[in-house]
């Protein structure tokens, strides 16, 4: 028997008898709902968007309904997940298949390859799981495996991998079977192959796997590029009126957490100290002479994003009025804040405000 084969019938084999993995979207045919465990687990931990995947199929069961929600409503759902581009590409594309294919699902691979957000992975998923189509899923379960299994040393994240991994991918897929074989390639990678400490002594494929007889399983696959972050500091001003409101504006553009909501942003590439800010041209302008009557410092937060990594402080200050000139920022009473959807970053403080010290 030819060992790619072997492969197909051994994964398959241990799928049927020794997969015991429990997702709630596991064997779902519903193509809406596939999709929202896709997009919901893309760059999520199975554990963390188990929740939000209830969450959003309770609130939304069809695409129509996902489609007429309100964007602050969605985006509250969503608070928590990170990579909010994902909630967007969520909402316009249930819009388009609400508009254009009246609530129904895409049928083949090539239409829902068109949607916003859907790449070919997605799109591969969506169109084995639902409709049984002949298309093989890539993602990095299952470079892994391949990598490994065949002994492939060709990065991952070059063009040349990309496409070496989709072609033998596609070669090894049941076409008959396409959505059980994806989903038991990806579930061997989630729990025997895995990126640490894999289960190589009790696996099935290990007489045959490159990375086992050679000692590469701690070097395979191979990614050609580092990630270096862009450092961000960024110090959010509380600002309270006397009547116990606060200054929340919606982040705009394409930087991070379009969409979601955040205090008045004094932002600098290094960390300087809140008082410095506090004698700066930006305080000066922004509080408008105004005497500041109960100033407190956070402890300091942090965050790694993909590119970016993010460090600052929340500064509480109780002015004696209003402030004028603050054309995009909106004023809200502090008990309300719960229903605007916040960055983590900014949760995080939300969650636990103690302050850290006294600046008076």
Same mark, same amino acid.
């Given at each position: 028997?030819?060992?790619?084969?072997?492969?197909?019938?051994?994964?398959?084999?241990?799928?049927?008898?020794?997969?015991?993995?429990?997702?709630?979207?596991?064997?779902?045919?519903?193509?809406?709902?596939?999709?929202?465990?896709?997009?919901?687990?893309?760059?999520?931990?199975?554990?963390?968007?188990?929740?939000?995947?209830?969450?959003?199929?309770?609130?939304?069961?069809?695409?129509?309904?996902?489609?007429?929600?309100?964007?602050?409503?969605?985006?509250?759902?969503?608070?928590?997940?990170?990579?909010?581009?994902?909630?967007?590409?969520?909402?316009?594309?249930?819009?388009?298949?609400?508009?254009?294919?009246?609530?129904?699902?895409?049928?083949?691979?090539?239409?829902?390859?068109?949607?916003?957000?859907?790449?070919?992975?997605?799109?591969?998923?969506?169109?084995?799981?639902?409709?049984?189509?002949?298309?093989?899923?890539?993602?990095?379960?299952?470079?892994?495996?391949?990598?490994?299994?065949?002994?492939?040393?060709?990065?991952?994240?070059?063009?040349?991998?990309?496409?070496?991994?989709?072609?033998?991918?596609?070669?090894?897929?049941?076409?008959?079977?396409?959505?059980?074989?994806?989903?038991?390639?990806?579930?061997?990678?989630?729990?025997?192959?895995?990126?640490?400490?894999?289960?190589?002594?009790?696996?099935v494929q290990q007489p045959d796997c490159q990375a086992? !007889?050679?000692? %590469? #399983?701690? =070097?395979?696959?191979?990614?050609?590029?580092?990630?270096? $972050?862009?450092? *961000?500091? @960024?110090?959010?001003?509380?600002?309270?009126?006397?009547?116990?409101?606060?200054?929340?504006?919606?982040?705009?553009?394409?930087?991070?957490?379009?969409?979601?909501?955040?205090?008045?942003?004094?932002?600098?590439?290094?960390?300087?100290?809140?008082?410095?800010?506090?004698?700066?041209?930006?305080?000066?302008?922004?509080?408008?002479?105004?005497?500041?009557?109960?100033?407190?410092?956070?402890?300091?937060? !942090?965050?790694? %994003? #993909?590119? =970016?990594?993010?460090?600052?402080?929340?500064?509480?200050? $109780?002015?004696? *009025?209003? @402030?004028s000139g603050l054309g995009d920022y909106m004023l809200?009473?502090?008990?309300?804040?719960?229903?605007?959807?916040?960055?983590?970053?900014?949760?995080?403080?939300?969650?636990?405000?103690?302050?850290?010290?006294?600046?008076?």
């Amino acid at each position: 028997m030819q060992k790619k084969a072997r492969f197909a019938q051994k994964l398959l084999k241990w799928h049927q008898h020794q997969n015991f993995r429990q997702m709630p979207w596991k064997g779902e045919k519903d193509p809406y709902r596939i999709w929202l465990s896709e997009v919901i687990l893309q760059q999520t931990r199975v554990e963390q968007g188990w929740a939000y995947y209830e969450k959003f199929v309770s609130a939304f069961p069809t695409v129509h309904d996902l489609a007429t929600a309100s964007e602050q409503f969605v985006f509250k759902l969503w608070e928590g997940l990170g990579y909010y581009n994902r909630c967007r590409n969520l909402m316009a594309t249930a819009k388009r298949i609400d508009s254009e294919y009246y609530g129904r699902f895409p049928t083949t691979y090539e239409e829902i390859l068109t949607l916003k957000g859907i790449g070919p992975y997605t799109a591969a998923a969506i169109a084995s799981f639902a409709y049984n189509l002949p298309h093989a899923v890539v993602d990095g379960n299952v470079t892994r495996v391949l990598s490994r299994y065949f002994g492939i040393s060709t990065p991952i994240d070059t063009t040349a991998g990309k496409k070496e991994y989709a072609e033998m991918a596609e070669m090894l897929l049941d076409k008959q079977r396409a959505g059980i074989y994806n989903q038991a390639i990806m579930d061997f990678g989630a729990t025997v192959c895995t990126p640490r400490n894999p289960q190589c002594a009790s696996c099935v494929q290990q007489p045959d796997c490159q990375a086992w !007889q050679k000692g %590469l #399983t701690g =070097q395979l696959p191979i990614k050609e590029k580092s990630i270096i $972050r862009k450092r *961000r500091c @960024l110090y959010y001003f509380i600002v309270e009126t006397p009547d116990d409101k606060v200054y929340i504006r919606q982040r705009s553009g394409k930087d991070i957490w379009a969409g979601l909501y955040e205090f008045i942003l004094f932002e600098t590439p290094e960390p300087v100290w809140p008082s410095a800010i506090l004698e700066s041209e930006f305080a000066r302008q922004l509080f408008e002479g105004q005497a500041l009557t109960a100033r407190y410092i956070s402890r300091t937060y !942090q965050q790694e %994003l #993909t590119h =970016q990594s993010l460090q600052g402080q929340f500064i509480t200050v $109780r002015l004696d *009025r209003p @402030l004028s000139g603050l054309g995009d920022y909106m004023l809200v009473p502090k008990r309300r804040l719960k229903e605007y959807a916040f960055p983590k970053f900014i949760n995080a403080w939300l969650q636990d405000p103690t302050p850290a010290q006294s600046l008076f």
